[in-house]
């Protein structure tokens, strides 16, 4: 041991009673990262990208060429503008200080992640790259609820285009830019809707750890998506996604430049996506607490995990896709343009790998937040913990055999339709143990009818609906009337907004206490919520006799014969507009002024609700251990007792009879 | 809720021995219990209510005059086969929810009950039937959709070539080609007489070459139960066999740019005799 010679002396921290050496503190904790919040990155983003977009002009002498596909110069500006801005934006939020300072020689200290923790920062703490999982969950929220209302908003507009059918209310290259960005800006939101906010505040605290396994690269994820969905709508401004969200080739080749939004926005999405199901993976693999075997983990850690790694093989699918398809705009590669001999049908493939498992992306975390909330509103055990894992391990093992069910119709290959239709036709079994989970829970169960417990009966309701009507889909011969029309359309809004979103909504309604410390406003909560179930069923119940008399999908104008259906699913739509208006009404003043909660206002018995409420920076100040299986509510039910004394009676009779007394 | 306390229909007059197996005796005191009865009525009255959604959905169907082909027939047979099954299932698990929801204890309040629910935490039996049964369904399913399949791909000519089916020589050829926004119809046996009209003999097989121009659309006959991609760079083939005459639709049920709603024409399905004056009429020449 010398004498300090320097200010920058190694030192070391007392971290959880522990000495840990430390590398020399440069400066005061989190150096430059004390200046950078989401100031700095949309200030350094815009500039990047003004000046990428600069430079771009400059140098790209006037190209033109006779092809009538070739990119024009605002398409090479607009590109360069973009990948400007995601890179401008990373760096001005800090996104690159600590791998650069490690490479530098100076890599972080303790009080230089607790200050990246948010630690005493209050509440700027959620404008900055903060590491802390509850911090990301909570910003995740915020960016979810934003992403949801913008599609929600395209919806009310789509609707009603769709319900004045005496006049065209839109232009028809507005009325499909807003087809197409409602449709990819609700998927990306209602990917993120559970796995973000849930999945990051809760999950860690669920399997009793402090913190997520990788800190930094969560709070990357969650920048990330902030900087795609910036490209998203950016895309609106120069011409919009005109294609549907599914973008298909050759359509989209036609686009104006506005598809280079969609396909950054996918290519960082995707990125964002991946680091995040890693993220979550590594945590639930190894940062369970102790005695945490699989059987005592709550089914809503399955569920985030079957949902990243089902993201995590599906995504570099869509990624391909769009990269493919981004450098056959610009460089005219030909990978999807069939008159040069490209194929299509490689794009549909390519699209359709991501799109199938994408929905149970979506749904498997409803289910399994249902499925969480159900045992402690009703006081008992999840009827077969088993069942439910091995319906989630069957969903996520064929999810990835039945893509080509969306291609039924293309002429690809019409051999395949049969063991496609078969894996399809398969899926509806574990999906089936999930139902049957849920019925087996409720079955003989005392309600107690708070707002989470109710949203999962519309859950599912518009479950069984969606399920049934999916697999009249998955039939090819009923696909041949129904493929391409607004029955497919109803069907999977059943599926994702009927199950996906309310399970959704129960489950923030669920987690508000821990997540903000009040407790959501169960009066304008449920009225929010019924009223958009009303709606609902209204909407997409007539969308479905519209899709039956035969009205194709993604068309402005119709024939007379759908009117009546146009009308009235319009009408429904308003309704669940004003429904979700509530809800996030009730959302944001219970927020700011609700009841305050206690740490475990719902008498749970999950790890999370044991923390105090507001959760403390590391969650646990000791770690817990956990000794027995999740949910281990209820008392003996009295007619197994019954069984079991008839079954007594009925042996000693049998002794009887057989004079063995 | 305790052990202690009598179950409750423990007052049932114990039953007769006799020598059914003992599970059908419990069976029996299961249906007996109060909650599962109730189910059960509710299960069969909800299944009574979703019955003429049967009848509702293919009658949607039908509106605009299908079916009006074998295939379009073999779809709404196939639609009401899986209505038909999916209502049980579906009313039971709509059973148990309205049960519970309207019929079983509630407590409400900010306070976490006091009483718990009997801690069930599985039932073999009951997830072994629901396993066998909701298996057996799916098998159900699958085959059915395999075996209309294989009717529908029979029907519409699958991959055989026109000219090689049985009476292959009367059946008509036609070439469809879609370009943004409109389609046309093109019949080779005809002199190559095009229309942008589909005229459509009844009772004759007809047998469609599928592609595009330009961008992918799709060539749905809607009536007719014909549905297929148009594809630019490939023909994708199908047919049909008209069995009803009258004015259906064609719509392209692929979004393909700006007017793709637009993109719709008739289909004119004609007596033979009034097809092959048609024919004559607009120039198309020899007849087959
Ligand atoms: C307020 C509730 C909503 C209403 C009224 C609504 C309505 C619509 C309508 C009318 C369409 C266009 C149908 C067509 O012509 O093809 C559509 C498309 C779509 N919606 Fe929604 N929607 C709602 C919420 C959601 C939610 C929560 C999701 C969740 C993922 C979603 C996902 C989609 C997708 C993926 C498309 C397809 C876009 C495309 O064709 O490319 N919607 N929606
Ligand atoms: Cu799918
Ligand atoms: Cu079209």
């Not at chain 1, 120069?238 to 996918?266: E, K, N, R």
């Not at chain 1, 009966?457 to 518009?462: D, G, L």
């Not at chain 2, 719709?264 to 007596?271: A, D, G, S």
Request: hydrophobic share 50%.
């Amino acid at each position: 041991m010398t004498t300090a010679t320097s200010t920058l002396e190694a030192s070391s921290s007392t971290v959880f009673g522990v000495e840990v050496p430390q590398p020399p503190q440069h400066g005061k904790p989190g150096g430059i990262m004390r200046h950078l919040n989401f100031g700095t990155g949309l200030l350094t983003g815009i500039v990047f990208a003004v000046a990428a977009g600069w430079i771009t002009s400059a140098l790209s002498s006037s190209s033109a060429t006779n092809d009538t596909f070739a990119p024009t110069e605002p398409e090479y500006i607009y590109l360069a503008g973009l990948i400007g801005w995601v890179i401008g934006f990373m760096l001005g939020m800090g996104a690159f200080v600590g791998p650069l300072r490690w490479v530098t020689g100076r890599d972080l200290t303790h009080a230089d992640a607790e200050y990246m923790a948010g630690k005493d920062l209050g509440i700027r703490r959620y404008f900055k790259f903060t590491t802390d999982h509850k911090v990301v969950g909570i910003q995740y929220l915020v960016v979810v609820l934003g992403i949801l209302g913008l599609g929600g908003l395209l919806a009310m507009l789509i609707r009603t285009e769709l319900g004045a059918t005496w006049t065209e209310v839109f232009s028809p290259t507005f009325y499909n830019t807003i087809i197409g960005t409602h449709g990819i800006a609700m998927v990306i939101g209602m990917i993120v809707v559970m796995s973000g906010p849930v999945g990051n505040f809760i999950v860690p605290m669920m399997i009793g750890a402090r913190d997520m396994a990788f800190p930094r690269l969560n709070a990357l994820s969650l920048w990330l998506l902030v900087a795609a969905v910036v490209c998203l709508i950016s895309s609106m401004f120069v011409g919009g996604i005109q294609d549907g969200w599914s973008v298909y080739y050759p359509l989209a080749a036609q686009a104006p430049p506005g598809m280079l939004g969609y396909q950054l926005t996918i290519i960082v999405f995707a990125v964002s996506t991946g680091i995040a199901s890693v993220n979550l993976m590594t945590t639930i693999l190894t940062m369970r607490a102790k005695g945490m075997t699989w059987s005592r983990t709550p089914i809503l850690v399955f569920g985030v995990f079957a949902a990243s790694l089902m993201g995590l093989y599906a995504f570099p699918f869509y990624q391909y896709s769009q990269i493919l398809a981004l450098t056959d705009r610009i460089w005219d590669t030909v990978f999807f343009n069939p008159v040069q001999g490209g194929s299509v049908w490689l794009y549909e493939n390519l699209f359709w790998l991501l799109g199938h498992p994408e929905v149970y992306v979506i749904l498997i975390p409803s289910m399994a937040v249902a499925l969480e909330i159900m045992p402690v509103f009703l006081r008992r055990p999840l009827f077969s913990f088993n069942f439910a894992v091995a319906g989630i391990v069957g969903v996520v093992a064929l999810s990835g055999l039945v893509w080509a069910h969306h291609m039924y119709m293309t002429g690809w290959a019409p051999a395949v339709n049969y063991p496609f239709m078969l894996s399809t036709e398969m899926i509806s079994i574990p999906v089936g143990f999930l139902v049957l989970v849920a019925i087996g829970t409720f079955w003989r169960a005392t309600v107690w009818t708070r707002l989470p417990l109710m949203a999962i009966y519309a859950v599912v309701f518009n479950k069984m609906i969606g399920g049934v009507t999916g697999v009249y889909l998955s039939d090819v011969p009923a696909d041949q009337y129904f493929h391409g029309s607004m029955f497919v359309v109803a069907h999977f809004h059943y599926m994702l907004m009927g199950a996906g979103l309310f399970g959704a909504m129960g489950g923030i309604a669920f987690y508000f206490p821990k997540m903000t410390g009040r407790i959501l406003d169960e009066r304008i909560g449920s009225i929010g919520l019924w009223t958009a179930f009303a709606g609902f069923q209204i909407t997409f119940g007539s969308m479905f006799v519209a899709g039956l008399q035969g009205q194709p999908r993604r068309v402005l104008q119709f024939d007379d014969m759908f009117n009546i259906s146009n009308w009235i699913s319009t009408i429904g739509a308003y309704v669940i507009g004003i429904g979700m208006l509530i809800f996030l009404a009730a959302i944001i003043y219970s927020w700011r002024s609700g009841e305050v909660a206690s740490s475990n206002p719902w008498g749970s018995k999950s790890l999370e609700w044991q923390t105090p409420t507001p959760v403390p920076l590391e969650n646990f100040a000791v770690l817990p251990v956990v000794t027995e299986r999740p949910y281990n509510y209820g008392v003996p039910d009295p007619y197994e007792a019954e069984l079991e004394a008839e079954d007594g009676d009925r042996t000693s009779d049998d002794r009887e009879r057989a004079g063995v007394s | 809720m305790t052990l202690t306390s009598p179950p409750p229909d423990s007052s049932e007059a114990p039953e007769a021995p006799t020598n059914r197996p003992p599970s059908m005796h419990r069976a029996r005191n299961w249906m007996r219990r109060p909650y599962a009865r109730s189910i059960m009525i509710l299960t069969v009255v909800i299944g009574f209510i979703l019955l003429p959604l049967c009848w509702l959905i293919v009658a949607a169907m039908n509106q605009s005059g299908a079916p009006a082909s074998p295939i379009m027939e073999d779809i709404e047979t196939t639609v009401f086969v899986f209505t038909l099954v999916s209502i049980p299932i579906t009313a039971f698990v709509f059973a148990v929810l309205v049960y519970s929801l309207l019929g079983w204890k509630h407590v409400s309040g900010d306070e976490v009950p006091a009483d718990d629910s009997p801690a069930i935490r599985t039932n073999t039996v009951g997830v072994l039937i629901w396993t066998v049964a909701s298996s057996l369904l799916a098998m159900f399913l699958v085959v059915w959709g395999l075996m209309e399949l294989a009717s529908i791909t029979a029907n519409s000519y699958g991959t055989v070539s026109a000219d090689e089916q049985p009476g292959g020589e009367k059946a008509l050829i036609v070439n469809v080609t879609g370009q943004q926004w409109v389609w046309t119809f093109e019949y080779p046996q005809h002199d190559g007489l095009t229309s942008d009209i589909l005229y459509l003999p009844k009772d004759r097989a007809v047998y469609f070459n599928v592609t595009s121009k330009d961008v992918l659309h799709n060539f749905w006959a809607v009536e007719l139960g014909v549905k297929i991609d148009a594809n630019p760079g490939a023909i994708t083939q199908t047919g049909v066999t008209p069995n009803k005459a009258g004015t259906f639709n064609v719509r392209c049920a692929e979004l393909c740019g700006l007017h793709h709603a637009y993109m719709q024409t008739k289909i004119q399905v004609l007596e033979p005799t009034a097809f092959d004056s048609w024919v004559r009429e607009s120039g198309g020449g020899r007849t087959s």
